[in-house]
Every structure is written in structure tokens, then in C-alpha cells.
């Protein structure tokens, strides 16, 4: 028989990629976007990459949910096998208050298990992040951090988007400490980029975006991680028929590159581009950080050496990860392509 999957944040970056590649597995998917618009446009998004689109208004349907609102969970979760959560809010800028994020992150992931509890479906894949990892106190220049790490919410390195992501996480663990029926595996991407499938790109995109537009006279020394889209996407539904990755933590990660040597990779491939490589010293970007809040954020990890191990995903899951570089130039070619640079 065939399975439902119930998607939430469908209409996100990973999530139209997971839409797709559930569809492809053969699976019923049914996403939870914020309106029927929303709706509409992950339709659009999924039929141009399906290879078969006549059976896609059988297999494909949607229910309007919210983090906030316990409103439609109910139905939503009705004969469903799987969940898999994808939905938290994911803002460039630090908002003024932190709650904005923490709360619908945390609040939206035990109102999704608690309505998964409820309606009996006891296998769960979260979307969490890398950031729920790797933000230690003190932070140090040099570090590598698989899946027993965990952020320490006192870390310098712990934002708003930081400790959301570790709390939620956290508190879907605790949940199913309390709830063993639930079989969850948690996904940790890194920097996510690679091709979108449409104009509606997400916020890491927008970093890319930046660099080609040359918004910035001289970089920050940041060290990225990054990781395909398609490859997390791949990620999450290989944990639906992985049962060996049930209660483990999965890490998503290609590779890491500076900051600036992403911005030469996309001068390389895009040479007639203004783009900035040059290295702004680390006095500048702190100092900077006193007048722009956002830049805070990364004053913390200047120049710290800070990677994942990849090595969980490779074996149980059995992901052979697209290059980072790869996934970079796809990411720029997409913007150029669809004229989402000036």
C-alpha cells in the first residue's frame, strides 16, 4: 500500500525539494503551507521536475496549518504514516526580540508531535541544523563536531536562530524520551544551497545572492559549511526507510569553504560580475558589529576553523554528498539564469 507523508513548510526551499523527491519515491505527500496560495505555487514548482505529472493532482494535496495555532493539526494528521517537520521560521537579521523565533520553533515542533501522538503516526523526521551543534562555549579557533555535540546555549555563537534551532530540537528529544512509540531522526544541514525549483529562493540563497551583487566592500573571515538542497532533501526521505537511523541525530554537509573563497569560485565562474573577494580584517567586521546587529552574529566565529563529520549520513543513509563547490555554482547559475541578480 502506498504511504502519506505530511510535509510541513512545504513551500520552503528544502521542503518543495523533498515534496519532489517523495513523489519520485513513490509516496502520497500531503503539505502543510500557510495559505492556498502557498498551495498553488508548490504545485507549479513540483510539476516541472516530475517525470510523471499526470497522477499529481491524485497524490499531492495540501492543508493550511500554523507553529502557532493548534488549529487543523487533527485532520491534517489523519491517515498519515509519516511526519516529516520542516517548518521554522529561518530570518538573515536578528530580530529584536528573540522569543519571535524561539517560541513559534519550539512551540511548532512539539504541537507537530503532539498532534503526530494523537493521530498514532509514530515515525518523525525534524529538520534541525547544524546550528544546534556546533555553537560552543568558549568557541574554539579550531574544532570538528559530529552528532553527540550539542550547542551551548551560553556560546557567544548561540543568535536568536541558534538557540531556536537547538531548543526546538531539544525539546523534540525530551518529547520522545517521555514518548518512545515515537521513532524520530533529526536532520542537521548546514549552509543550504544548490538550485532552487522556482524564483521563490529561501534565505541562505540570499547570501549567494549578495556575494554576486557585490553588496559588501570586503568579506568577513567566515568559514562555511555547505550542503546541496537535493542532498538533504535525499536525506529526509532516505530516513523513512532507514529504520537503523531511528533515534539518531543525522548531520548534512558537503564540505567547507571561506568565505572568500566561495566569493572567487563565483568570480571564476562568473567573471564579468563585480564580485568582492577581498578579506575585511576582523578589528573591522567587530567594530562593524556595534553599529548592525546582524553582523553580531558572526563575531564570534571570525575566523574559527569550526566543521561537521558528515560520516553518520554517509553510512547509514548512505549519501554520497554533491561537492560544496558544486552546490555553490549551482546556487549562483540558478540566480543568474532566472535574472535574480541585478
Not at 552528532?147 to 525530551?174: C, F, G, H, I, M
Not at 549578495?210 to 537535493?230: F, S
Not at 566543521?307 to 540566480?335: H, K, M, P, Q, Y
Request: net charge negative.
Amino acid at each position: 500500500m502506498t504511504k502519506t507523508v505530511l510535509i510541513t513548510g512545504a513551500s520552503g526551499f528544502i521542503g518543495k525539494h523533498i515534496v519532489l523527491q517523495l513523489l519520485e519515491a513513490g509516496y502520497n505527500v500531503r503539505g502543510s503551507v500557510r495559505n492556498q496560495a502557498k498551495a498553488e505555487e508548490v504545485r507549479a514548482a513540483i510539476k516541472v521536475h516530475l517525470k510523471d505529472q499526470k497522477s499529481l493532482a491524485k497524490r499531492l494535496s495540501f492543508v493550511e496549518l500554523d507553529l502557532t495555532s493548534d488549529e487543523g493539526w487533527d485532520e491534517a494528521l489523519a491517515g498519515v504514516d509519516a511526519l516529516l517537520h520542516t517548518a521554522s521560521p529561518f530570518p538573515l537579521a536578528q530580530p529584536k526580540d528573540e522569543d519571535e523565533l524561539i517560541r513559534p520553533a519550539v512551540d511548532g515542533t512539539l504541537r507537530a508531535l503532539n498532534a503526530a501522538k494523537a493521530a498514532g503516526v509514530c515515525r518523525v523526521v525534524l529538520t534541525s541544523s547544524v546550528a544546534a551543534v556546533y555553537a560552543q562555549n568558549p568557541v574554539p579557533d579550531e574544532a570538528t563536531y559530529n552528532e553527540d555535540n550539542w550547542t551551548d546555549l551560553n556560546s557567544p555563537a548561540a543568535s536568536a536562530y541558534v538557540k531556536s534551532k537547538t531548543l526546538a530540537e531539544r525539546a523534540a528529544w525530551d518529547f520522545v524520551n517521555e514518548n518512545p512509540e515515537i521513532k524520530l531522526t533529526t536532520i542537521n544541514p548546514c549552509l543550504v544551497l544548490g538550485p532552487p525549483l522556482d524564483t521563490n529562493i529561501g534565505s541562505s540563497m540570499e547570501l549567494v545572492q549578495r556575494v554576486m551583487q557585490g553588496k559588501d566592500p570586503a568579506l568577513p573571515a567566515l568559514c562555511l559549511e555547505v550542503v546541496d538542497v537535493r542532498d538533504i532533501a535525499k536525506m529526509h526521505v532516505a530516513a523513512l526507510s532507514a529504520p537503523e537511523s531511528e533515534g539518531k541525530r543525522v548531520i548534512g554537509s558537503s564540505g567547507d569553504m571561506w568565505f572568500r573563497d566561495m566569493a572567487r569560485l563565483l568570480k571564476v565562474a562568473h567573471p564579468d560580475r563585480k564580485i568582492t573577494t577581498r578579506q575585511a580584517p576582523n578589528w573591522f567586521i567587530r567594530l562593524y558589529a556595534l553599529i548592525d546587529p546582524a553582523v553580531g552574529q558572526i563575531v564570534a566565529i571570525l575566523g574559527k576553523h569550526l566543521v561537521t563529520d558528515n560520516s553518520r549520513a554517509r553510512s547509514v543513509l548512505g549519501i554520497e554528498f554533491i561537492a560544496a563547490e558544486e552546490a555553490t555554482t549551482a546556487a549562483a547559475d540558478f540566480l543568474v539564469e532566472n535574472k535574480l541578480v541585478d
